[in-house]
């Protein structure tokens, strides 16, 4: 019984050793996998998307901040996501004065699989 055991806890030990080896060490994802990725950052994402919403619907909030929101609609098959970027602006309110805070959807950018714009939707409110 006892050399059963001690068999039993070798492979164990074994494969626990295998699997930290193919993983980095701490149960992540593998290390390849992480550096092999071309899809742009939620960041790029959101920086194509206010560039794409200006290019496309005009730039009618100027002195307004613009915010960003990003969202996964689903994975690609081969590599890659459908992500969405809704685009706020609010107003740029001067330090220790009575400002609204007003939020408005300015529009989307959908990006497709390889990272690139598929779909601009300017939002059709105005202030």
Same mark, same amino acid.
């Given at each position: 019984?006892?050399?059963?055991?001690?068999?039993?806890?070798?492979?164990?030990?074994? =494969?626990? =050793?295998?699997?930290?080896?193919?993983?980095?060490?701490?149960?992540?994802? @593998?290390?390849?996998?992480?550096?092999? &990725?071309?899809? @742009?950052?939620?960041?790029?994402?959101?920086?194509?998307?206010?560039?794409?919403?200006?290019?496309?619907?005009?730039?009618?909030?100027?002195?307004? !901040?613009?915010?960003?929101?990003?969202?996964?609609?689903?994975?690609?098959?081969? &590599?890659?996501?459908?992500?969405?970027? *809704?685009? *706020?602006?609010?107003?740029?309110? @001067?330090?220790? !004065? @009575?400002?609204?805070?007003? %939020?408005?959807?300015?529009?989307?950018?959908?990006?497709?699989?390889?990272?690139?714009?598929? &779909?601009?939707?300017?939002?059709?409110?105005? %202030?």
């Amino acid at each position: 019984m006892k050399k059963f055991f001690f068999t039993l806890a070798l492979v164990l030990m074994a =494969s626990a =050793s295998f699997a930290a080896a193919a993983t980095g060490g701490n149960g992540d994802e @593998p290390k390849t996998e992480a550096t092999t &990725s071309n899809y @742009p950052t939620d960041q790029a994402l959101a920086g194509q998307a206010v560039a794409a919403l200006q290019q496309e619907c005009g730039n009618q909030h100027n002195g307004w !901040q613009w915010q960003t929101s990003v969202s996964t609609i689903s994975t690609c098959f081969a &590599s890659g996501f459908i992500k969405q970027v *809704y685009v *706020y602006a609010t107003p740029n309110c @001067p330090p220790n !004065q @009575p400002c609204i805070q007003v %939020i408005q959807l300015i529009g989307t950018v959908q990006f497709g699989c390889d990272g690139d714009v598929i &779909s601009v939707n300017c939002a059709t409110t105005g %202030i």
